[in-house]
């Protein structure tokens, strides 16, 4: 391995503990996990790696672990973000046992992650997109947005499969905040 790529997955890793220390959504979730039976072991549970493909951030069910893409992440507030939205399909995968096979649970996880981690703020939408934000419905358009997006990477089913799919789990979905309080903000 490269010293760069040596370098950036070492950066990685302290900032994934930066991202422990400082962010009080990761750490509800981390406490969380521990509650429902499933406690993240920092040096068993996170894996940074690198990759030819263009994705940040992954949940491997097959081994337990979260694995971040340093390179296609460009600060550490979005390796925090990809971290926490790993971490909800970690939690759900401990809570739910759910099937990342089945179109139906992966949207929900999906819908969950974008849901309740920044990835559909104002802030973060201002900052990465050119389109216009419309106040109503944005945010709801946002999250179904990035999970076609998730679910497009981890399957090939047709994309008017994929809507119908995320259009019978959404608002199930979309209201299940948990671990976090009744209307999704941290605690």
């Given at each position: ?7 950036k ?58 694995v ?32 990342f ?42 999250v ?6 998730s ?9 008017r ?27």
């Amino acid at each position: 391995m490269s010293d760069t790529k040596s370098s950036k997955i070492q950066n990685c890793f302290q900032q994934a503990h930066h991202c422990i220390t400082s962010n009080q959504s990761i750490r509800r979730l981390l406490e969380a996990l521990a509650f429902h039976g499933c406690p993240f072991d920092f040096n068993r549970h996170l894996s940074c790696e690198t990759t030819d493909q263009h994705i940040r951030g992954g949940f491997d069910q097959s081994v337990c672990q979260i694995v971040l893409y340093p390179e296609n992440l460009h600060s550490t507030d979005e390796l925090c973000t990809i971290f926490e939205h790993e971490l909800i399909h970690a939690f759900d995968y401990c809570r739910a046992k759910i099937d990342f096979t089945n179109p139906y649970h992966l949207a929900c996880t999906e819908i969950r992650a974008a849901s309740l981690t920044d990835q559909c703020s104002l802030f973060n939408h201002f900052s990465t997109s050119s389109r216009p934000f419309f106040i109503k419905n944005q945010h709801t358009t946002c999250v179904k947005n990035r999970t076609q997006e998730s679910m497009e990477i981890c399957n090939d089913l047709p994309r008017r499969e994929l809507d119908r799919i995320i259009n019978d789990v959404f608002l199930r979905c979309y209201n299940d905040t948990e671990p976090f309080d009744r209307s999704g903000r941290r605690q």
